[in-house]
């Protein structure tokens, strides 16, 4: 499941929520002019995964100071957390992530 609002990106409201939550989530950072991010999105619509994804939008300015703080460069980065909001593992690249999350969810 995608979670979408207007679109695939997720806002920082929802994300709050969503962190709250104690359930399993994945978490990716990406932007719409990164093509593996764009291509991510779609391998994710199209599967049918058991765990709740979120797309964040690091053109977003609060989304791009947060991933700032969390040391990332590189997109997409992808965090799969677990009920207690500790992360269970990450991935750096569309393609990786993309075998990680049909694999695995």
């Not at 409201?13 to 002019?33: C, M, N, Q, R």
């Not at 977003?60 to 909001?85: C, H, R, S």
Request: aromatic letters at 8%; hydrophobic letters at 45%; glycine letters at 6%.
């Amino acid at each position: 499941e995608v979670h979408r609002r207007g679109g695939a990106w997720i806002s920082q409201y929802e994300l709050h929520e969503v962190l709250l939550s104690k359930t399993k989530k994945v978490i990716i950072f990406g932007a719409p002019w990164c093509k593996p991010c764009v291509q991510l999105q779609k391998v994710v619509e199209k599967a049918d995964l058991k765990t709740p994804v979120h797309f964040i939008n690091l053109n977003d300015t609060w989304a791009f100071e947060m991933a700032q703080n969390l040391g990332v460069k590189d997109i997409p980065l992808m965090m799969y957390i677990n009920e207690e909001g500790e992360p269970i593992a990450m991935r750096r690249g569309g393609n990786k992530i993309a075998l990680y999350l049909l694999v695995n969810l």
